[in-house]
């Protein structure tokens, strides 16, 4: 298997959200699975749409995840500097070679002219594209860039067509005709994403470009630019766009969860590892749970669908059940922390076994522990005696618990049970509907935790405050 050598891009323009990562996903996988490298490279050029803060954010989503880098910022590497806006001498050298291969020129048309040019085009239902006014009047052009007329520089399409074997898409075609002559630098000096993502790809020895498949439209640009700088492309690989259940693409602004909120709101990584994984891919053998090494195992870009995949959060949450009860008691214990804070180390140890299948997010585990960990305020509705049972059986029941707890019955709770249950069973009621009694009693709610363990956790005293309190409750 040959190393791949491949990258995660972002724009320091917003946090991520489970789309943009999906495909840093995919990037990772495909480096990992071949014993290859993975890069992050910061896109910051657009000054204009720099989110401050964002940048840190990536970094952090990306550790949350495990998604570790070999090779950017804060880690270095033999390319460095990882972010773009420290690299602009290189873009501008490049740009001056592009010119000089006569695969670029300059253009002073006014930001109006384009407007009106745009305007044209639109009412004639043209697609936009620069009409090249500039080319054929370059002598003019320079003279009026010496006298401090603003200027971009213009990619020259080349005249023909542009094919590729993607990836994800296989074979592709541009005429190049419909191809645009895309900016390289704007008039501040600035390269635009176009010029920079080529000439970092290629310096920084991309085997593969592994992106969102938007970008396929502006993939010939950039194979103008590799053939006219003489380098070699990587392999495009065109991930397919994660939708929501609309199928409208994941987006902040239609209400996309940044991961970190999805972090922050009990999920664990390799939940949404697994679930984004599975947005455009699959192993093919109809597995669906993965733990992470698994998917490393099982990963490969030629298994990446074409097709828009759809989030279902559904599928996260279920997901989310199954690898918090794959966890580590050590792990999950850690992970419980920032739900359960104040909650010592030990606590949160015994809370585990108790918490385990009961949790769909780490989130949950706040709500489900509280009665254990205070006093347990009552569920709205949550009435002694519930439906079902009358009120001498509830009694009876309060005051059998309360003596078994007395005589030592938290130190075998199955046993207890066992007792309790027959109790319940000789007076014709079933035990599930009688036990709601006790869960009201202890956890103020006729369901939850499992009420024994409940109790053992609380400890005899609390136990028995709270069936006294219940007992006289029936009373009242
Ligand atoms: N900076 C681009 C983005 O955030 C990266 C696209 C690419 O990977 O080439 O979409």
Redesign the pocket.
Known sequence: MTPIRTRF???PTGFLHLGNVRTALFAWLAARSTGGSFVLRV?DTDQGRYVAESEAAILETLRWLGLEWDEGPEVGGPHAPYIQSLRVDLYRSHAERLVEAGAAYWCTCTPERLAAMREEQQRNHRPPRYDRRCLGRQDEVAAERAAGVPAVLRLRMPEGTTEWDDAVHGPLRYDNGEVDDQVLLKSDGFPT?HLA?VVDDHLMEMTH?I??DE?IPSTPKHLAVYRALGWEPPRFCHVPQVLDEQRQKLSKRRGARTVLEYAEAGYVPDAVVNAMALLGWSSGTGQEVFGRDELVAAFTLERVQPSPAVFDPQRLDSLNGLHIRRMSTEALMEALEFHLPGVSREARTRLVPLLRERMVTLRDATGLAAPLLGPAAREEGAALPPRRVSAAVAARLLDDAAREVEAGGLDDLEAMRHRLTEGLEAQGVRARDGFRVLYIAILGRPAGLPVFDAMAFIGAEESLRRLRAARAELES
């Open positions: 891009a972002p724009s896109e994403y993502v470009v992106r969102s970008w």
